[in-house]
């Protein structure tokens, strides 16, 4: 399975419009060479870097499986196709984007999987829920990572 953003490339800078610094738009992101028998889909996005450890900026799940994208800004508002948002470490639900302290470039890291069936989960799951429930219904996953720094 392949993961990509058209806002940037794998490795590369995450522009501002997609960070705290800027509107905080959740990036676009498309995917392709899903297995046969996926289900739906759960998307997580998380820093890393972040000083308190690692840190949750986007929790998505059962994300419908016919879906092999997400426009950008998609992550700001609920979802209307029957994916569900869950709760992010900014405590709210929905794409947070990045806002590293000031310093070093931190590494975001936007994973897809591919699962066998619906995550039975209540809609402010976080990503440890989302996680656990996973364990053994993942078919593949993919990944893109961002960076981003402030000055």
Excluded at 65 to 76: C, D, M, Q, R
Excluded at 132 to 148: H, N, R
Aim: glycine content about 10%; aromatic content about 10%; charged content about 20%.
């Amino acid at each position: 399975m392949k993961l990509e953003s058209s806002a940037f490339a794998d490795g590369s800078p995450i522009p501002k419009k997609h960070t705290a610094d800027g509107p905080d738009l959740s990036p676009p992101l498309a995917w392709s060479d899903v297995p046969a028998g996926t289900q739906c889909f759960a998307l997580l996005c998380d820093d890393p870097d972040a000083p308190r450890g690692t840190w949750v900026h986007w929790v998505l799940f059962n994300v419908p499986a016919k879906t092999t994208s997400l426009a950008e800004g998609y992550g700001n508002a609920k979802p209307t196709d029957g994916a569900t948002s869950g709760t992010n470490d900014f405590g709210k639900t929905g794409y947070g984007g990045p806002s590293p302290p000031r310093g070093k470039p931190h590494r975001y890291y936007f994973k897809l999987y591919a699962l066998k069936a619906p995550l039975k989960l209540a809609a402010d799951a976080t990503k440890a829920h989302v996680e656990a429930m996973m364990k053994g219904q993942i078919l593949a996953e993919a990944q893109w990572m961002g960076t981003y720094q402030r000055s």
